[in-house]
C-alpha cells in the first residue's frame, strides 16, 4: 500500500468538491460528444405516441454521473 501526503488528499478532496454540481459540469465537459454514443445504445428519442415525452438523455448522463 503506498503512503499519500495528507495535502494530496486534501488537495483531490476539493477538487471533487468543486467539480460535483451542475454548472461546473456543463463548463468543463462538452456534453453533446455524449449523445451519439446514448442514442447508439437507447436509440433515438421518442417524439411520438402516448405519454410524456422522455427526459433527455444527456440530463440522465448528468445526474447519474452526479449520484
Same mark, same amino acid.
Given at each position: ?5 495528507? $495535502? &494530496? &488528499?486534501?488537495? !483531490? /478532496? !476539493? ?7 451542475? #454548472? *461546473?459540469?456543463?463548463?468543463? =465537459? ?5 449523445? %451519439?454514443? $446514448? &442514442?447508439? =445504445?437507447?436509440? %433515438? @428519442? #421518442?417524439? /411520438?405516441? @402516448?405519454?410524456? /415525452? @422522455?427526459?433527455? *438523455?444527456?440530463?440522465?448522463? /448528468? *445526474? $447519474?454521473?452526479?449520484?
Amino acid at each position: 500500500m503506498d503512503k499519500r501526503h495528507v $495535502l &494530496e &488528499e486534501d488537495h !483531490q /478532496r !476539493q477538487a471533487l468538491k468543486e467539480f460535483n454540481n451542475l #454548472r *461546473s459540469m456543463k463548463e468543463l =465537459v462538452d456534453w453533446e460528444l455524449f449523445r %451519439p454514443l $446514448l &442514442e447508439d =445504445v437507447f436509440g %433515438p @428519442p #421518442r417524439t /411520438r405516441g @402516448p405519454g410524456r /415525452r @422522455p427526459w433527455d *438523455s444527456l440530463i440522465l448522463l /448528468r *445526474s $447519474l454521473l452526479l449520484g
